[in-house]
């Protein structure tokens, strides 16, 4: 049984900064990419940030600059530090991960249970 859990959510004034981590547990042979994902009200679900295995990272146009992520293998985490929060970031944000739970099965998706962010004017 895998779980993903999130913590770090809350309410900040516009500018200031939250430091989101997921931490990964359970049966787990190997994580490939992690992500955060958001989703405002009324919208869908968007890619913010992710961040594979050796490293790299891609980031949606509207964070570039602003958001970064990284990941600690040994503790199967990853976290994103969202800086110059605006209103428009304000979601709830879930965490992924790619993963195995064992050598002779392919990788599968697991999320977060969310964790809200609100960024007041």
């Known amino acids: 049984q895998v779980q993903l859990v999130e913590s770090g959510g809350g309410l900040v004034q516009a500018g200031g900064s939250l430091r989101l981590s997921c931490a990964a547990s359970?049966?787990?042979?190997?994580?490939?990419?992690m992500g955060w994902y958001r989703q405002a009200p009324g919208k869908q679900r968007e890619l913010v940030a992710a961040?594979?295995?050796?490293?790299?990272?891609n980031f949606a146009d509207s964070v570039k600059g602003r958001f970064t992520i990284s990941r600690d293998n040994a503790k199967n985490t990853t976290y994103l530090q969202m800086t110059s929060l605006k209103p428009e970031d304000t979601a709830v944000y879930y965490c992924?991960?790619?993963?195995?739970?064992?050598?002779?099965?392919?990788?599968?998706?697991?999320w977060g249970q969310g964790t809200q962010v609100t960024v007041s004017a």
């Open positions: 359970g049966s787990i042979f190997s994580i490939g990419t």
């Open positions: 992924n991960a790619r993963l195995k739970e064992s050598l002779v099965v392919w990788f599968k998706d697991y």
């Open positions: 961040i594979r295995s050796g490293g790299s990272t």
